[in-house]
């Protein structure tokens, strides 16, 4: 399954860069597997490290930013803000999902309700067409709150 997934999002990046007279580079190609490689969300940083640990492919952070524009444009990735920081996931046959951010530490955790995307999915949205959502819910993790209780009680 994870093979045909990185040939088919290969397959869409080959008739995204034809299609926008692109260039098809190796280096283009390695970062897209590189991200097919990643569960869950990544920033450049980790992606820069990753690449050139686990993949021995070094590439400069400007291919990576120019890189990932290109992948947001081919709807191969999605873009989330988390605070004042970007992160990045593979949109490509990934399952939807939802957020919680604390706003204490910035930890983000990702999980699931079927009652919520229910809830999303049979909303009457007028005169739009949803393809698809991000669900942020901003508060404080446990550890967070764990911290601030014994702040307020030394007070």
């Known amino acids: 399954m994870e093979e045909n997934v990185k040939e088919t999002v290969k397959q869409i ?3 995204y860069l034809q ?5 098809k580079t190796p280096e283009r190609y390695a970062i897209l597997d590189t991200i097919y490689s990643i569960k869950g969300h990544f920033d450049i940083d980790m992606l820069y490290s990753y690449m050139a640990e686990k993949e021995k492919f070094r590439v400069s952070r ?8 290109l992948l947001i444009d081919a709807g191969l990735i999605i873009k989330h803000q ?9 949109s490509y046959k990934n399952e ?13 955790t990702e999980f699931e309700d079927e009652n919520l995307k229910q809830a999303i999915a049979q909303t009457k ?13 901003y508060g404080l993790c446990s550890k967070c709150m764990g ?3 014994r702040k307020n009680k030394l007070k």
């Open 62 to 69: 400007a291919t990576l930013y120019n890189t990932i524009i």
């Open 96 to 108: 939807t999902h939802h957020h919680l951010i604390c706003t204490g530490c910035g930890k983000v």
């Open 82 to 90: 988390f605070g004042n920081t970007s992160q990045y996931e593979r």
């Open 125 to 137: 949205l007028k005169n739009f067409h949803a393809s698809h959502y991000s669900l942020y819910i």
């Open 19 to 23: 299609k926008n007279g692109h260039r």
């Open 147 to 149: 911290g601030k209780r």
């Open 13 to 15: 990046l080959t008739e």
